[in-house]
């Protein structure tokens, strides 16, 4: 179970890292935003997988 956590965080964390980055850099019209958008998809992949942590407990 704790390594199917994991691999969750980590998809929703890379998939909101590429949604973030594509709103930021359309929205900025910089390369800016990729970096935003890694800071906040990492952010978004630690806070579910500890959701889902929490939830299976």
């Not at 964390?13 to 990729?34: H, R």
Request: glycine share 10%; proline share 0%; charged share 10%.
């Amino acid at each position: 179970m704790k390594n199917k956590n994991i691999i969750i965080g980590l998809i929703i964390g890379i998939a909101m890292a590429f949604l973030w980055s594509v709103c930021f850099v359309n929205i900025l019209k910089s390369v800016a935003g990729i970096c935003i958008g890694i800071c906040l998809g990492i952010s978004f992949g630690v806070a579910f997988s500890l959701i889902f942590k929490d939830k299976n407990k």
